[in-house]
T-cell receptor, first 113, second 117 residues
Framework: ELKVEQNPLFLSMQEGKNYTIYCNYS?????LYWYRQDPGKSLESLFV?????AVKQEGRLMASLDTKARLSTLHITAAVHDLSATYFC?????????????FGKGTKLSVKP | DAGVIQSPRHEVTEMGQEVTLRCKPI?????LFWYRQTMMRGLELLIY????????DSGMPEDRFSAKMPNASFSTLKIQPSEPRDSAVYFC???????????????FGDGTRLSIL
């Protein structure tokens, strides 16, 4: 059974600092997704990582995937308040049909001035 | 393009009542997913459809829950009878299969916030 673990679950950081959110998963998969959720809102797709070594960047966020280590990271550079949200990683269940995603519990990020 | 459309946005009802949640996926998407989100359990997949056919309903909590997809543009999730522990945010999401399996992210609706009193 595929399990997805994120850490930390809560992250309070100051503006301008860097930090990394980790996403570990338990069984083989080479497709991983990062989503953002603002309070009371829907989930918004941030990144789709499709192969070992994949790296995607958008603004102050950079995501990477190491399928051998079963690890993805979401790196935040010079955080700003607008990045405050909950970030989810989701891993495609390799044995299942297309698109069957298993989500981590989310990392609630709070960026303070 | 319109996104995934869910209705109602909020529903408050008394225990024992029937609740029906509705979802219109993005046109052209052939996968549809129903999720439930709570503080305690996070985001849980309840059921998903491919080309209107239910593929995996192992996440449906119990017989009180049922889901249908009568056509490519409409799905319902029904709870009958409802209980207070069903209170949660229910999301519908859709995605498109492609030759490069998995490179299309799921697109989520705004959710239905359900409160059972």
């Amino acid at each position: 059974e595929l399990k997805v673990e994120q850490n930390p679950l809560f992250l309070s950081m100051q503006e301008g600092k860097n930090y990394t959110i980790y996403c570990n998963y338990s069984t083989t998969s080479d497709r991983l997704y990062w989503y953002r959720q603002d309070p009371g809102k829907s989930l918004e797709s941030l990144f789709v990582l499709l192969s070992n070594g994949a790296v995607k960047q958008e603004g102050r966020l950079m995501a990477s995937l190491d399928t051998k280590a079963r690890l993805s990271t979401l790196h935040i550079t010079a955080a700003v308040h607008d990045l405050s949200a909950t970030y989810f990683c989701a891993v495609e269940n390799y044995g299942g049909s297309q698109g069957n995603l298993i989500f981590g519990k989310g990392t609630k990020l709070s960026v303070k001035p | 393009d319109a996104g995934v459309i869910q209705s109602p946005r909020h529903e408050v009802t008394e225990m024992g009542q029937e609740v029906t949640l509705r979802c219109k996926p993005i046109s052209g998407h052939d996968y549809l997913f129903w999720y439930r989100q709570t503080m305690m359990r996070g985001l849980e997949l309840l059921i998903y459809f491919n080309n209107n056919v239910p593929i995996d309903d192992s996440g449906m909590p119990e017989d009180r829950f049922s889901a249908k997809m009568p056509n490519a543009s409409f799905s319902t999730l029904k709870i009958q009878p409802s209980e207070p522990r069903d209170s949660a945010v229910y999301f519908c999401a859709s995605s498109r299969a492609s030759r490069w399996r998995g490179n299309q992210p799921q697109h989520f609706g705004d959710g239905t916030r359900l409160s059972i009193l």
